[in-house]
């Protein structure tokens, strides 16, 4: 039953970020308010918002009995429920502010701590990536393989730089520089979920994070 359940859930999932990677689709080139939240860098722009929206209507019509952690609205429900969405309506923010097209809608579900559904959906190629425990992943419907490379001498790479950087001597600096000079080379997408998506279907070869990653950026990718 739990296996036949993560399928409705995964479908659950893949509306929620169709729905609002339509939306980020249409304002593409449009955004009105860009500001910034936290830490310098860390950018929210009235799109986020409008995305993270449609995401908590549609998983709180079909789902009103889980939690949920919002990249823009904070925790939603009990910490202690077994169910925990992570949404993040717009991960690569910065790049979709800048008109740089690589971002993402992110939706992912951890059952007692543990990742079981995922759905990264990039409006930007039309590619919906999704996943269940037991059930494996498949990229716009089409079962999906990640890359047979196994040695770090011939692997092209990706990672990230979290917004703390500057205030922080866990910068990934280094760590970048020194798997530059042993891979074929290192990607710096701009978004962690499309990042492990990318690694998922095998253009990538692998990915590391480091600093501070937000929950919502990764459940879905792991």
């Not at 339509?22 to 722009?45: N, P, Y």
């Not at 995922?118 to 990536?129: A, H, K, M, Q």
């Not at 790479?157 to 760590?175: H, I, K, P, Q, S």
Request: proline content about 3%.
């Amino acid at each position: 039953m739990q296996s036949e359940q993560l399928l409705i859930w995964l479908d659950i999932a893949s509306e929620a970020a169709l729905a609002a990677g339509a939306l980020v689709r249409d304002r593409w080139g449009k955004v009105e308010s860009i500001r910034e939240k936290g830490q310098a860098g860390d950018l929210v722009t009235e799109v986020d918002q409008a995305a993270e929206a449609i995401l908590l209507a549609v998983l709180g019509r079909h789902l009103p009995d889980h939690a949920i952690l919002a990249e823009e609205s904070g925790a939603i429900g009990a910490v202690t429920n077994p169910y925990q969405w992570a949404i993040d309506p717009l991960d690569g923010t910065t790049n979709f502010a800048h008109g740089y097209p690589v971002a993402c809608v992110s939706v992912g579900l951890a059952i007692a701590g543990d990742p079981q559904v995922g759905v990264i959906y990039d409006p930007f190629r039309d590619e919906l990536f999704r996943a269940a425990a037991g059930h494996g992943a498949t990229c716009n419907r089409q079962p999906m393989r990640v890359s047979s490379i196994s040695t770090l001498a011939q692997s092209l790479l990706v990672t990230g730089f979290a917004y703390d950087r500057r205030e922080t001597a866990d910068n990934n600096y280094a760590e970048f520089c020194h798997l530059t000079h042993l891979s074929q080379g290192v990607r710096r997408g701009g978004s962690a979920a499309l990042d492990l998506a990318n690694v998922a279907c095998g253009r990538l070869d692998g990915y590391w994070g480091a600093g501070s990653e937000a929950r919502g950026d990764v459940t879905a990718g792991v």
